[in-house]
């Protein structure tokens, strides 16, 4: 099946620096890819959606100049943590949908594997 | 986007059977039902997927009533491994992104 593939699984880092986090569809071409944050006990948010050539959308709420999304190729997304913040910490998912050649999206959705980003 | 409602939480012991039930009082037409699996510290799994009657893989199957107003995810013969957070999604083949409730912790004990 399809892969997409997160890198990396974990960071640690300190306040105020930047973080990027990758995220690759490995054997498929994803134009649309989205970002999720999950904090402990709680269910996946999604943050924005990355589009292939273009600026992202964010989700209300989502600092669009904190979070910064690069869609730059059909299998490579990445997000990068600006000035993160001990708040910041989190666990970070990345999912993609494989682009049929009709224009539509494959119904299912793939995930990365995850990556927790600790702030210190 | 429809809203599913779920369990909060559920627990069996090995070997039972579980049956997690998703309401979606008002899916689309075009929306397909999707569960998926979560480990701790790790991305969502796709389990299955369906869009009405009962579909069935080597893992789990799907019923979906009629009015699809809510299915049912029904794992035969639990084993501590299914220990995890299930989550019913619904959505269409757009290029929307799939937006997650609060999902069901299962708990599998000895």
């Known amino acids: 099946g399809a892969v997409v593939s997160q890198h990396p699984s974990w960071v640690i880092c300190k306040s105020g620096t930047s973080v990027k986090i990758e995220c690759r569809s490995l054997?498929?071409?994803?134009?649309?890819m989205f970002w999720y944050r999950q904090f402990p006990k709680q269910s996946l948010m999604l943050m924005a959606t990355?589009?292939?050539?273009?600026?992202?959308?964010?989700e209300q709420g989502v600092e669009k100049d904190k979070f910064l999304i690069n869609h730059a190729s059909l299998t490579l997304s990445t997000l990068t943590v600006t000035s993160a913040h001990p708040e910041d910490s989190s666990f970070y998912i990345c999912?993609?949908?494989?682009?049929?050649?009709?224009?539509?999206?494959?119904?299912?959705?793939?995930f990365g594997q995850g990556t927790r980003l600790t702030v210190v | 986007l429809a809203k599913t409602t779920q369990p909060i939480s559920m627990d069996s012991y090995e070997g039972q059977e579980v049956n997690i039930t998703c309401s979606h009082n008002n899916i689309a037409t075009n929306d397909y039902i999707t569960w998926y699996q979560q480990f701790p510290s790790q991305g969502p799994r796709f389990i299955i997927q369906g869009y009405k009657t009962k579909v069935t893989n080597e893992v789990a199957s799907l019923f979906i009533p009629a009015d699809r107003k809510s299915s049912t995810l029904s794992l035969p013969r639990v084993s501590l491994s299914d220990t995890a957070v299930y989550y019913c999604l619904v959505g269409d083949t757009g290029r929307r992104a799939l937006t997650f409730g609060s999902g069901t912790r299962l708990q599998v004990q000895p």
């Open positions: 054997d498929f071409q994803a134009t649309t």
């Open positions: 999912s993609a949908r494989e682009l049929r050649g009709t224009g539509r999206m494959n119904t299912e959705a793939f």
């Open positions: 990355s589009n292939e050539g273009s600026k992202a959308t964010y």
